[in-house]
């Protein structure tokens, strides 16, 4: 079993709506989950921590996560093309020398 | 600050060639991190060093891939020989803690071995 998993997508939203991001991880143990926004051929870049369980907003973006159910999700509203990309989920585990692990990735394409 | 600096941007090589790639952090912080993107496996930690001492390098593939950390502003990931399956992009990140999600990324090398 795969420890991070996303669906590869592409995902395409019509612009303005709602776009949902799912990740689901294996380690029952994980203790901080991180989305990461990358642009075709540029680095990632965070855009969302949570560690808790429930939901986590910060301005049109909204991390939920459901430690019970090992899910952790990403809404972006009013989606603009701007918001075109790929999304990586990540997680660590409880000890802080874990290392980040990361999904592959979610393409995320908002339709004009 | 310029942020972390990678090179060269691309890389094209032959196979059993030795590869090079440079990062240049931020200045002041103390934790670098090399990793891997492909497509296959996304991506993937390959080592990282607090204070220019490798701490974890688990992530390295095998024996072909090395990095070094000579002083504080600059590191080095090597391959070599060099094979196909090691076309990927390979990025460059550092931090002022050992806070993975804060750490800033370089552009990335993206390194095509034929």
């Known amino acids: 079993q795969k420890e991070v998993e996303q669906n590869s997508g592409p995902l395409s939203v019509p612009e303005g709506a709602i776009a949902s991001l799912n990740c689901t991880y294996s380690?029952?143990?994980?203790?901080?989950f991180f989305w990461y926004r990358q642009y075709s051929g540029k680095s990632p870049e965070l855009i969302m921590s949570?560690?808790?369980?429930g939901d986590k907003e910060d301005g049109r973006f909204t991390a939920q996560l459901n430690k019970a159910s090992q899910y952790v999700s990403l809404l972006i509203r009013d989606s603009q093309p701007s918001d075109s990309a790929t999304y990586l989920c990540?997680?660590?585990?409880?000890?802080?020398?874990?290392?980040?692990?990361f999904g592959k990735g979610t393409r995320l394409h908002i339709l004009p | 600050d310029a942020g972390v600096i990678q090179s060269p941007r691309h890389e094209v090589t032959e196979m059993g060639q030795e590869v090079t790639l440079r990062c240049k952090p931020i200045s002041g912080h103390d934790y670098l991190f090399w990793y891997r993107q492909t497509m296959m496996r996304g991506l993937e930690l390959l080592i990282y060093f607090n204070n220019n001492v490798p701490i974890d390098d688990s992530g390295m593939p095998e024996d072909r891939f090395s990095a070094k950390m000579p002083n504080a502003s600059f590191s080095t990931l090597k391959i070599q020989p060099s094979e196909p399956r090691d076309s990927a992009v390979y990025f460059c990140a550092s931090s002022s803690t050992l806070s993975w999600a804060e750490a800033f990324f370089g552009q990335g090398t993206r390194l095509t071995v034929v």
């Open positions: 949570i560690y808790s369980n």
């Open positions: 380690d029952r143990g994980s203790q901080s």
């Open positions: 990540a997680v660590i585990k409880e000890n802080r020398d874990d290392k980040i692990i």
